[in-house]
């Protein structure tokens, strides 16, 4: 099955970092919505069902996104601002009501993590999931890179129809034919400059002009705004401490809840007891999915109640005994498993003689934690339920709510408040239903449910814990590679466990794309077992890990052949223009090949994902057993640019988040539960440990927008385990690195 | 009853001694700018000044900072419409540091700790001073940051 953008499709998908259920799928016309979606105040006047402006001149855009970090408030304010003729200084934004208007159809389409053999799958799961799921279509997310790809043409366009409705406005205060006017800098003026209104002067003049055909985009080469490197919209209140997240939320009358998870994957409480009577802090305590929690008037005396005055038994999950090394045992055995995938390109060779390059990698179970520990705030009322929170999905939320409650998803609101960090973590529903389950003791009181960093250590859905075996085979010169991936799916877990759509056993679809080289034959075998540990999307999803993977490989096979591994890696990108431009100039920029000091080592690696290309160079200093990462020059072509300011931010956050990983990420389990619990054992980079970066842009002409928030993080492991391979000819093929 | 001076007013709070310092500004003032990230004082996210030093406010029983002045991220500079902040807070600004926001108070409040005792810190003494996490990685730009903030404060 095709899907092509002129094309109504109503479906159950999952997208990479979240999912969609049901899907609304429409010409970009439907998607400006209509003025009466937003919650319009005393002195304001919508446009669309994007845009409002106010009697001060603001102009207020509806962002159904996420803001954890990656400028996406910024981003779709710019392409409003951009055909609206707005000064920047005048944009706002705002968390609009929910609507299938707003919802991130890109996700369900450049950001499926499924495999192309899937397609079926797709049409059955979307089938299923209309009737079952009824009335959920679409879904409002936030991941998979999509936000600006998904808005490129939707929020233009909204921004050009308010301007046009402006310009009627002004037409009928000044009696000037709209054709005579113009918008510029926030006002109407006529073509010879003189001005008829600004923005704000024109707020009760809109009302009764109805919707209008939308007018052509401007050409890229026209644009002001877009392609600058404007100042984002929530760095002011972020400095002056007064950016709401979803631990900062207070209500009237509102409690507080501290909750423990049953240490083991699957386990619940057995039985619970209170130490020497409730404390009078404490009001209730609830059974909660997978744990139970204590509410009261303050977290932190809930959180010591848990501690100190009470006893709780567990009833362990279905392996209680699982630890890391018996699953490595098992993954190892499953490298001539039954695949669920198997994928050839080029032709088979008849046979494979010659010399053989064969190598096993692996990478870890990983935890998210983004700075702001999971929360959720909830509020029932008898017929109604509102939340609070951090997430990555509204619809998901809204949805997962609905049920927790046993109400209808109309009676269920859900206010997205800004993110400290989400990485996939807070597309997850589990928050909710908590929450939801102390609010329903607690009718009438909004109930804050707030992990400590041990839960939330402990209790993640993981990146899934990965090994391949790489084989290449030579024969004067190379003529075939081999690769089996053994991991679990998170596509397939999250979607069971968000919205109970049926496993499809395949793997997820980042960690199985093909890789941009000419290879003269290519083979890959996807094992996906199952597993009692929770996984879910990372930043990046598979092409994390898998990039680590492919990419050392790479670096051996070069080795092996007595290349450059630039110079290898180029030779296979002949066919592939814009990577082979992405490569060199990283290793341009890094200084590629020019002498370095003994004991340092540059690195390089390469991997597309989200509909970005980009290449890393790791200049790495190795003394007795430690190592530093000096340098990092960063190359990316991601197509159309919003703002450059903010891809260099997001490559630059990439690359720390994926380094935290390379250098000290690892969750292990023992006893069936994780052993870490905090930054102690669970570090993050920081700035003593934060490379030097540069990061540069490469303008291919393309004319397709490619996502930022994910594509920095991949490269960086590779780069950095191939750099450490140079200067010490050490090759580590595991995760984190250690020498 | 604990009294507390904060961001320049006394404050009674009816909570245990040993209740930490950010949870009585956090749920008894209502003063949410300084962040729980870890609450061992690993992570920074919490960090306040007390009597002028950075201090990880998860891990200070708020009975130990009676009668000291605290000033959190939201009594550093005057952050009121027109009002002049702080020029770590400027710095931060103009170097367009944060991303998710969050532990970026805490960031603030050692860095202008920092400037008080070190006018021009070197990277290294950065380094040292600022060990908090941010699972973002806007490091380049905190140290940028960082400096402009100690030109602004040296003066033309």
Known sequence: MKLTRRKAIVGGVLGAGFIGVGWWFAHERDRLGDRALLHVKPGEAGLNGWVKIARDDTVIVAVPRAEMGQGVHTALAMLVAEEMEARWEQMRVEDPPESVVYRNVEILIDGLPFSPEQTGTIVDMAHWAATKLGGVLGVAATGGSTTVRDAWVPLRTAGAVARELLLQAASRKSGVPAAELVAADGTIRRRDGGVVARFGELVDLVGDLGPMAAPPLKPVSRFKLVGKPLPRLDIPAKVAGAATFGIDVRRPGQVYAAVRHAPTFGGEVASFSVRGGKPKGIEEVVIVPGGIAAIGRSWWEAERFLEQGFAVSWRDGPEPKLDSATLWKRYESLIDGEPALTRTLGAEPAALGGQKLEAIYRAPYLAHTPMEPMNCTALFGGTSLELWMPNQSPTLMRLAGARAAGLSQDEVTVHTTFLGGGFGRRAEVDLVREAVACALQMPGRPVQVLWSREEDIRHDMYRPMALAHWTAFFDKGLVAVHKKQIGQSPTDQFGKRAVGLPGQGKPEGNAVENPPYAFPFYRLDAVVPDGVVPVGFWRSVGHSHTAFFDESFIDEMAHFEQKDPFEYRRALLAQQPRHRAVLDRAAKEAGWGTALPAGTGRGIALRASFGSIVAQVAEVEVKDKTFRVRRVTCAIDCGPLVNPAIVRAQMESGIIYGLSAALFGEITLKDGAVEQSNFTDYDAVRLADAPEMAVHIVDSGARTVGGVGEPGTPPIAPAVANAIFAATGQRLRGLPLKL | ?156
């Open chain 2, 1 to 156: 009853m604990i009294s507390l001076s904060v961001n320049g007013k006394w404050r009674d709070v009816d909570a245990p001694d040993d209740k930490p310092l950010l949870w009585v500004l956090r749920e008894d003032l209502d003063i949410t700018g300084p962040k729980f990230g870890c609450g061992i004082a690993a992570c920074g996210a919490c960090t306040v000044h007390v009597d002028g030093e950075a201090v990880r406010s998860c891990s200070l029983p708020a009975g130990g900072a009676a009668g000291k002045a605290i000033v959190t991220i939201e009594g550093l500079g005057d952050n009121s419409v027109g009002g002049q902040l702080h020029p770590v807070q400027r710095a931060w600004i103009e170097e367009q540091v944060p991303q998710c926001g969050y532990c970026q108070p805490g960031f603030i409040m050692a860095t202008a700790a920092l400037l008080k005792s070190k006018p021009r810190p070197t990277d290294q003494e950065i380094d040292d001073a600022l060990t908090n996490i941010c699972r973002c990685g806007t490091y380049s730009a905190l140290r940028r940051a960082v400096h402009r903030a100690a030109a602004l404060m040296a003066g033309p």
